[in-house]
């Protein structure tokens, strides 16, 4: 099984191949993730809140997710 931090660029991955920086329900990598990878559920909200902490993902209401990009392209959270 991989470690944390492959956890988080494997979520990360997930996230960008499906849905780009749009936001995606997290039933779309759960399966993936707890199924096909062998992640449990705690590894899963443990790599989760680390992404939110490093800014790399958004957590959403009704269970959804969004990938954030690395450096916002100019005026983007801005006000006009």
């Known amino acids: 099984m991989a470690n944390s931090s492959e956890l988080s660029e494997t979520i990360c991955s997930l996230l960008q191949e499906k849905a780009g920086f749009e936001p995606i329900n997290l039933l779309e990598i759960g399966p ?3 199924v096909d990878l062998g992640f449990t559920q705690e590894q899963i909200v443990n790599a989760l809140f680390w992404l939110v902490s490093q800014k790399q993902i958004e957590l ?6 969004r990938l954030l990009p690395k450096e916002p392209p100019e005026n983007v959270y801005k006000r006009a």
Do not use: I, K, P, Q
Not at 60 to 65: E, F, G, I, K, S
């Open 32 to 34: 993936t993730l707890v």
């Open 60 to 65: 959403l209401a009704h269970n959804r997710v």
